[in-house]
C-alpha cells in the first residue's frame, strides 16, 4: 500500500528565502510522486509530477529512492506561494490515490 | 466546458437526516473519489471508485455510502450513522484508477454543516 507523510503541518518563510516542503513516501512499487497546491478559494490543482521534471512557477521537486523523498524545493519564495501543499503517491499498481497531511506555507513579506 | 462540478456549495442538515452530495463530470474519465477535508488533518479518502458499477471504501468510509451507476457521477451520501458530518468535501476524478501516473482534477468542494 502507498503511504506519504509530509512532516510539516505549518511552514513559515520570507518572501525572497528558500523553501523546502517535506515528503517522504513507502510504496511498494515503482513510483511516481505527485505535488497538489491548493491556493485560497481556489480548487486543488496538480503543480507538478517528478516524471515530468520539469518546473514550476520555480518549484522543483526530485525522487529520491534511496531517501524515499520526494521534497518540494524553490530557492525565492514569492508571497503568492502561500497556500496548503498535498503530496501524493502514485504509479502502476496503486489503486487509489491519498495524500499527505499537507504543508501550509505561509511566504511573509 | 469541461471539467468536473460538485453542488452545492453549502449544504446545511439536521441531526439525524442523511444527506447527497453531487459530482458530476464530463471528462471521460474513469476514476472518481471522494474526500474529507479536515483542518490539521489534510485530505481522507472516503470511497473510490475505478470504473463504473464498482466502488471501493477508502480510509474513513464509515456513515458514508456512494453509488456508481453512470461514468459521469459519482454520488457520496452522508448517513446519520456519520458522526461528524461537519467537514469540506471534496471530489476528484483522474482518467484511469488502478494506475496512478495521471493528474487528478478536483470539484471546488461542498461545504457540509450539521446545525
Known sequence: AQRVTQPEKLLSVFKGAPVELKCNYSYSGSPELFWYVQYSRQRLQLLLRHISRESIKGFTADLNKGETSFHLKKPFAQEEDSAMYYCAPGGQGAQKLVFGQGTRLTINP | ?115
Open chain 2, 1 to 115: 466546458d469541461g471539467g468536473i462540478t460538485q453542488s452545492p456549495k453549502y449544504l446545511f442538515r439536521k441531526e439525524g437526516q442523511n444527506v447527497t452530495l453531487s459530482c458530476e463530470q464530463n471528462l471521460n474519465h474513469d476514476a472518481m473519489y471522494w474526500y474529507r477535508q479536515d483542518p490539521g488533518q489534510g485530505l481522507r479518502l472516503i470511497y473510490y471508485s475505478q470504473i463504473v458499477n464498482d466502488f471501493q471504501k477508502g480510509d474513513i468510509a464509515e456513515g458514508y455510502s456512494v453509488s456508481r451507476e453512470k461514468k459521469e457521477s459519482f454520488p457520496l451520501t452522508v448517513t446519520s450513522a456519520q458522526k461528524n458530518p461537519t467537514a469540506f468535501y471534496l471530489c476528484a476524478s483522474s482518467l484511469q484508477g488502478g494506475m496512478m501516473n495521471t493528474e487528478a482534477f478536483f470539484g471546488q468542494g461542498t461545504r457540509l454543516t450539521v446545525v
